[in-house]
């Protein structure tokens, strides 16, 4: 007869059981919700991209822009926004909160539009002809370098890093996802530079969008909290 006591099992942390009950809440609503906003975003930024109603300013590149160079592996880091900006959706914890990161992001988005419309900018004279193949391909056939500052890139990635530290805050994470969820957003930010899709002005342009929008949002969540 084997009397070895049974190996206790670690328990689970507090703050994933907490993120982990967020990701199972509403889930079907969270992603057909998410889809169908990128969806309508990009129709109305790809035509707006498409058809400029004033004269498109050409965005000068700084002596940063043209010490980094194109780097192609650096795609990956850019196109991982679309995963990065679905985790402040998927964490949401219920539907009056969802609905309320929605409208928040969609009026950040929508501002970003506007200023397209009555400014529209390019980097296309900056950075001269792009190069690459697969996925640059099929990205730059889709997506110009246009509608360029401020960046929304940027602003989403932002955006994104300060709601999702403001959750990591509420269900006590650790410190490591907080540096984790930081470096994500460095790295998106910095990999629109490297993959020649945006300029530093843009970049900062972007940014500051993000930050003002983060801020704004989450004091009124806070406020209605």
């Excluded at 160079?69 to 795609?75: R, V, W």
Aim: net charge positive; glycine share 6%.
């Amino acid at each position: 007869m084997n009397t070895t006591p049974a190996r206790a099992q670690p328990a689970t942390a507090p703050w994933v059981t907490t993120l982990r009950q967020r990701f199972r809440t509403l889930p079907w609503l969270k992603a057909t919700g998410n889809t169908v906003f990128l969806v309508i975003f990009f129709y109305l930024y790809l035509y707006i991209q498409r058809h400029p109603v004033f004269d498109v300013t050409q965005i000068p590149a700084t002596a940063l822009d043209r010490w980094i160079g194109f780097q192609p592996s650096a795609l990956g880091l850019y196109l991982s926004l679309w995963v990065y900006t679905a985790l402040p959706v998927a964490l949401q914890p219920d539907l009056r909160q969802l609905a309320r990161y929605g409208v928040h992001i969609g009026l950040m988005c929508a501002i970003s539009l506007l200023i397209f419309v009555f400014w529209p900018t390019s980097v296309s004279e900056a950075v001269g002809t792009r190069e690459g193949s697969g996925l640059f391909a099929m990205m730059y056939a889709v997506d110009t370098n246009g509608n360029a500052c401020p960046s929304l890139h940027v602003a989403a990635a932002v955006f994104s890093c300060m709601w999702l530290q403001s959750t990591l805050r509420s269900v006590a994470a650790p410190t490591w996802p907080k540096w984790v969820n930081i470096w994500w957003c460095a790295g998106i930010c910095y990999s629109t530079l490297a993959v020649k899709q945006h300029l530093l002005i843009d970049l900062l342009a972007g940014g500051t969008l993000g930050a003002v929008a983060g801020w704004w949002s989450l004091r009124i969540a806070a406020r209605s909290a």
